[in-house]
């Protein structure tokens, strides 16, 4: 990697350090050091006082170039997917209104097996890696394929492009065909071994990519896998663990048919030491109080993921009010390719427009046959879910998701359109455009509920400038 300056920016900064309070620091002056770390962040600074400030931080403003953020601008926190199929970028889009086992079977084993071939990983990945950032995913959490050198190479990918990722190598030991299946439980072992060994050869602090120890689900694993895994955890405290967790009805029937022996998937996890405070639950729709229990007691995080849940063969929606509620870890998860959109601010909509539909508005009748009228989740609650809560998820709280000294600088620069940008010309995307009496919560609902990639102008991770429109 290319060594880094200083960088300072001057303007608005927007972002959400609690679930429901957008906080708005205006004339702010931000300075992150070459190593990519908040080093001064001042709200409500003079712009004839930054030379003196940047002094007092021992720069000047050709070693600390400064970008004064225009009228039309913000900053907002990088987006962090916090669950999302790398091999799986090249479906995205095809096989919706099937469930969730046959879409498996037919759809994505074939992807996925096409990265045992390295070339089609490495193109694929590329691909993928870059289409997130350019859409502001500063941080993903990736399954891989079972191949270990298809995840090698994607966690070369993001080191190159500077995304910054939790990755795992999927353990699957059963219930897959059999040109794409780990061929016994020491195979699987094994091979997660060997491939969180690679990756943290390739990134030994950790500082950008990590791995992961993934078993895909209940139903692809053996309790000897499980076990095995659950003993890798044991073994290395540091590792994040992540699964899918209660995502359909046929999904936990099988699982329930497989392990007769425990209730409730919140149970056959934690008995095999996989359910903790670094595990990631995808989806998480039709838990028990006993699992929300367990899930909340362990301090598991939850990755919501509504676009797959309300596009396969029905409309289902995790209970993310009573989450909230209860203090509990929760992200927004792409479930790129389950997930039709790889972009962020399609999830937040989906996250807003599921929660409507959970409401049960129609007759007060629930959608996942509750009587509960739950409120739904508001706009700032998902941009917190998509930056700050989906850092505490990826257990990366302490270092991303919003701007503090001492944070490291995951951003994107957000461009909307204002009437007097158009009486200047063309604007690039289609965001509403902002009215004069506009306050920053309103921009922010327009930017997210209209605006695309085309907005989001400039993305860093770890300082380092990952695209660059203009
Ligand atoms: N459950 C097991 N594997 C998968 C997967 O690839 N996507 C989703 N959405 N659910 C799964
Ligand atoms: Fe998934």
Redesign the pocket.
């Known amino acids: 990697m290319s060594t880094q300056t200083a960088r300072a920016f001057h303007g608005t900064l927007v972002h959400t350090p609690q679930p429901t309070h957008l906080e708005v620091l205006t004339n702010t002056l931000i300075i992150i050091s070459p190593t990519g770390v908040i080093q001064s962040l001042q709200p409500s600074t003079p712009e004839d006082t930054i030379p003196s400030i940047l002094a007092s931080h021992n720069y000047t403003l050709s070693t600390c170039p400064l970008t004064a953020l225009s009228p039309s601008e913000f900053l907002l926190p990088g987006f962090i997917d916090t669950h999302s199929?790398a091999p799986?970028w090249s479906q995205r889009g095809t096989g919706r209104g099937i469930d969730?086992l046959t879409w498996?079977n037919k759809i994505?084993f074939p992807q996925e097996a096409r990265c045992a071939d390295t070339a089609h990983a490495t193109r694929l990945f590329k691909n993928c890696v870059a289409g997130g950032l350019k859409q502001g995913i500063t941080t993903a959490c990736y399954y891989s394929s079972l191949h270990i050198e298809a995840t090698t190479i994607l966690a070369q990918t993001c080191l190159e492009q500077g995304q910054r990722a939790l990755i795992g190598r999927c353990a699957m030991d059963r219930h897959a065909p059999d040109w794409y299946v780990d061929a016994n439980p020491d195979s699987a072992i094994v091979a997660t071994e060997i491939s969180i060994a690679q990756i943290q050869a390739l990134d030994p602090s950790g500082s950008l990519v990590r791995p992961a120890i993934t078993p895909?689900?209940g139903i692809?694993c053996s309790d000897a896998t499980l076990q095995g895994l659950g003993d890798l955890a044991a073994r290395h405290r540091e590792l994040p663990i992540q699964t899918?967790f209660n995502?359909s009805r046929g999904e936990m029937e099988f699982t329930k048919e497989l392990f007769p022996q425990f209730d409730t998937e919140s149970q056959l996890y934690e008995v095999y030491g996989l359910l903790g405070p670094r595990t990631i639950l995808a989806h998480a729709i039709y838990p028990s109080e006993f699992d929300i229990g367990r899930m909340q007691a362990r301090r598991c995080g939850i990755a919501h993921c509504p676009t797959?849940n309300t596009t396969m063969d029905e409309f289902m929606v995790a209970p993310v009010r009573e989450y909230l509620r209860r203090g509990m870890k929760v992200g927004l998860g792409t479930?790129c390719g389950?997930g039709f959109s790889a972009s962020m601010l399609e999830v937040m909509r989906w996250a807003f427009m599921a929660s409507v539909a959970r409401k049960g508005r129609a007759g007060g009748e629930g959608i996942n046959g509750t009587r509960e009228i739950e409120e739904e989740i508001s706009v700032v609650e998902g941009l917190w879910m998509a930056t700050a809560g989906g850092a505490r998820v990826a257990g990366l709280g302490d270092k991303v998701g919003y701007f503090a000294e001492g944070m490291e600088f995951d951003a994107m620069v957000v461009r909307m359109a204002r009437w007097e940008d158009i009486n200047q010309g063309e604007v690039d995307g289609v965001m509403s455009l902002v009215e004069e009496g506009d306050d920053m919560e309103t921009v922010v609902e327009r930017f997210v509920m209209t605006g695309d990639d085309r907005n989001i102008r400039r993305v860093f991770v770890k300082g380092r400038e990952v695209k660059t429109l203009d």
Do not use: A, M, V
């Open positions: 199929h799986q969730l498996l994505t895909r689900f692809s899918h995502e797959p479930d389950g």
